[in-house]
């Protein structure tokens, strides 16, 4: 069990604000952290990892991380961190990048082998492609057969295709390792499949707190389906106006009367929703 | 002309070489954690100590020749301390110029080391931390393997700036044959006694020495920055 309850003053994209955080961490979850870019998610995992400082306790397995008295420096947490920039020693083969957390060879051999990078063993970092990369990052992080393992968007450098091979990488080792994991994500995808606890963080602090599927979903009362997008334009076709949104990676078109036009702003976060067969268009309030 | 050659006195070379070298070798262990704790550092008493690193480079070397020559006199308190209690004289002889190049040449070294840590990921070395690793180990291990460009430039240029100095190494040393002077002095010497053919001997072998040895760090460093392509 790890129980966070931390303060810490921040300097955020929106001016000064406040981290505050009280959380109580089963052991083996895997919890995603999501929320808009300032909203405090990695500091949130530096201060897990003793990178920064804070106030306030922090607590796993009963041993103290943080208190008043003291802070456990990150050499003594036994934690691993998956950085999104990998942060790999370029002057060391990818084994060796593993070795140096723990001369484990037969770990190290077996963590390669999970994510089919045996072959590469003995290349340099530099020679490998992203998705490469994020692996050894990933198998370095096990190395020490961490308490937390601690991901820092360590997809979202990586194209879609990428991406969900590592995905189901990561679900593979948190399931031999069980592993208590905490991985800051944006990618509603990538955390319906691995997480099975989201936390939202909004100017430093938890405003949402549950499973994928409650926290993830927008649909409300009868709507069958909903989707949130950014309304692009507005364009007059003879009498009646189209709407033209874009969802993900895909643009679509809602026909609306004269008045919906005149009442959405082009720029706007818009939901589509149907009930029936007739989409729905209403403004999102942020 | 093989005559002048046969003849001509090699000590002044030699002793530059050996200066350069006691120099770059007591320089770089020292500042290989000044830099590291340079580098490192949030406090906000840091550009104190990078200015005072940085002074050599500014001051003119008589003004630092003065300082030095007054603070290792054996009327100084530090100079009296090392010729009573060690038995060492420190000015006029190779240990004083020992020091007084290790202080001339303090940002040479500092200065290409600094900049090649500060430029390593911040995210490397706490990966390195968090992998359970001392500020030692990932100083030797990480830090140091990854900025082998800085390494050479700060280890080279150390030399060649020791090599060439002129003005301290005169006030703090003189001239003693085969203790303190130096080639840069014994030019010096040349040109005033009016033997040219020495002094250009002694001028072109070192503009070619010099020359030679830039050129060795400009393609280390091009093929490192090849091979390298940036840090993962």
Known sequence: ?286 | MIEVFKNLDLSPFILSFKLAGTTTTILFVLSVFIAWNLSQSRSKFKPIFEAITALPIVLPPSVLGFYILFTLSQNSPLGHFFNEYLGIKMVFNFSGLVVASCIYSLPFMVQPLQSGFETLPKNMLEASYIAGKSKFTTLFKVALPNIKPSLMTAIVITFAHTVGEFGVVLMVGGSIPNETKVASVAIYEMVEIMDYTTAHIYSGAMVTISFMVLLIVYVFNRKQSRQIGGIA
């Open chain 1, 1 to 286: 069990m790890i129980e966070i309850a931390i303060n810490k003053e921040l300097l955020g994209s929106h001016g000064a604000m406040t981290l505050h955080v009280e959380l109580e961490i089963e052991n083996q979850s895997f919890v995603a952290l999501s929320g808009q870019s300032g909203s405090g998610k990695t500091t949130l995992l530096r201060i897990l990892a003793g990178l920064e400082t804070a106030q306030g306790a922090i607590s796993v397995d009963g041993e103290v991380w943080l208190s008043p008295k003291k802070t456990l420096a990150p050499q003594q947490r036994g934690i691993g961190f998956v950085f999104q920039d990998y942060a790999l020693f370029p002057n060391m083969s990818v084994l060796d990048n593993l070795l140096f957390v723990r001369n484990d060879q037969s770990l190290a051999r077996h963590l390669l082998s999970l994510t089919q990078m045996e072959e590469l063993a003995s290349r340099r970092p530099n020679s490998l492609s992203g998705g490469q990369k994020q692996r050894v990052s990933l198998c370095r992080a096990m190395m020490n057969r961490p308490k937390l393992l601690l991901m820092d968007e360590p997809l979202s450098a990586l194209d879609p295709e990428m991406r969900t091979r590592l995905q189901h990488e990561i679900l593979m080792l948190h399931r031999e390792f069980e592993t208590t994991t905490i991985m800051v994500s944006h990618d509603p995808s990538e955390i319906y499949r691995l997480s099975n606890r989201v936390i939202v963080l909004k100017q430093g602090a938890v405003v949402n707190d549950g499973d994928a599927k409650s926290v993830l979903l927008k649909t409300q009362g009868s709507q069958k389906f909903s989707f949130e997008g950014e309304l692009l334009d507005v364009v007059k076709v003879d009498v009646i106006y189209i709407a033209i949104v874009s969802i993900g990676q895909q643009i679509v078109e809602v026909v609306l009367d004269e008045s919906e036009a005149k009442e959405l702003q082009v720029g706007s976060t818009v939901s589509i929703s149907t009930k029936a067969f007739a989409p729905i268009i209403q403004s999102v309030k942020k």
